[in-house]
């Protein structure tokens, strides 16, 4: 029964599940209108920022947190470094009449005080900040995946949009972020290396996105507003934070 499952998840049922209604997408693109970046605008809804380039992170910082998960993906488990109200939960900020941008340092933030100091850097606010350790999939399980993420329900036209900044810990060569302008634009379909110490940035209500990875992996990925001219906005890798 399991490989069945396993075949069932690829683009051509996805489309029938979204056409039925049976599968509806978690968020749509996104129409609000706080400020946004130019330069992630001018490229796409993505940049590739330079690698990390702080102290070194242990691989404790990731190895002994406190992880959970959804009961609809036991392929990934999530440690909160921040939630809404700083317990262990993945529960959405809007739940609590909050935009993504209050985080509250969970128990996890004590065991991870480079981690800590690396978002911090960034010099804005932020909201959710979570590790993600994948299982292995397949670029077909990925596409399957594809989504956008609703990171700005709730956030005020006074905010800049928030987005998704990413940290990759583990060094796979061979994993890579999926991004598409939409989810079944497969011409538009690019596809990012990630090795240790790589970031991204996204707007993850403008492009969907997944990641592919065939080895046990973990990332980072903290939500932050993109103000008028965050230190790490200026729209070239050398301007983000080290």
């Not at 990731?62 to 959970?68: Q, S």
């Not at 900020?93 to 850097?121: H, I, M, Q, R």
């Not at 350790?133 to 995946?145: A, V």
């Not at 939409?182 to 991204?200: H, N, Q, V």
Request: positive net charge; contains cysteine.
């Amino acid at each position: 029964m399991l490989p069945l499952m396993s075949a069932l998840k690829n683009e051509h049922t996805k489309r029938i599940l979204r056409a039925t209604g049976i599968r509806p997408p978690t968020a749509r693109h996104g129409t609000t209108r706080p400020y946004r970046m130019s330069a992630l605008q001018a490229a796409g809804g993505y940049l590739v920022l330079g690698p990390y380039r702080g102290p070194e992170i242990p691989r404790r910082e990731w190895e002994d947190l406190t992880y959970t998960t959804y009961a609809t993906d036991p392929a990934t488990f999530f440690a909160p470094v921040t939630s809404a109200t700083g317990t262990l939960e993945l529960k959405g900020f809007w739940e609590y009449g909050k935009a993504d941008l209050e985080g509250v340092w969970t128990e996890n933030a004590g065991k991870c005080p480079a981690l800590v100091g690396w978002v911090e850097s960034i010099g804005a606010r932020f909201g959710r900040v979570q590790l993600l350790r994948m299982s292995p999939n397949t670029l077909r399980e990925c596409r399957w995946g594809l989504h956008l993420d609703d990171n700005n329900r709730g956030n005020p036209e006074s905010s800049g949009w928030i987005v998704r900044v990413w940290l990759e810990l583990t060094d796979d060569p061979a994993s890579v972020l999926v991004i598409r302008p939409a989810e079944f634009d497969r011409k538009g379909e690019m596809r990012i290396p990630l090795p240790a110490t790589s970031r991204s940035s996204l707007i993850r209500r403008r492009c969907t996105t997944a990641v592919s990875t065939p080895g046990r992996r973990c990332g980072m990925r903290p939500s932050s507003a993109s103000r008028a001219a965050p230190p790490w906005s200026a729209g070239s890798a050398a301007s983000s934070p080290e």
